[in-house]
């Protein structure tokens, strides 16, 4: 459990460092996926994907995408609540639209 502990507050948050400023692709979330993926299956030897879901959802390890866009919204929600950065806000999403 200290090396999943591990997992969650170092390499993960290391792995999504940039998901809050940039939107990501269905690519790169499942490239993110499959690094937990690996990571479970060294610490646990778990060979199936059945296994991998049942230890993400036991060890409180949620779903990249999930995360990534959790950490986008909460993002644009602090730009959006300061006043200096709404121009910035108004190019985003012209350009994302």
Do not use: P
């Not at 299956?41 to 060979?47: P, T």
């Not at 929600?77 to 910035?88: I, K, P, W």
């Amino acid at each position: 459990m200290i090396t999943v502990q591990l997992l969650k507050s170092y390499c993960l948050s290391f792995m999504i460092y940039h998901v809050d400023a940039v939107s990501i692709s269905a690519a790169d979330i499942h490239i993110l996926e499959n690094c937990i993926n690996r990571a479970m299956y060294r610490i646990f030897c778990a060979c199936d994907s059945s296994s991998f879901e049942s230890l993400k959802l036991s060890v409180g390890l949620s779903d990249m995408k999930g995360l990534g866009e959790r950490k986008h919204y909460k993002f644009i929600g602090q730009l959006l609540c300061d006043n200096r950065y709404t121009g910035l806000m108004l190019v985003y999403v012209y350009n994302t639209v």
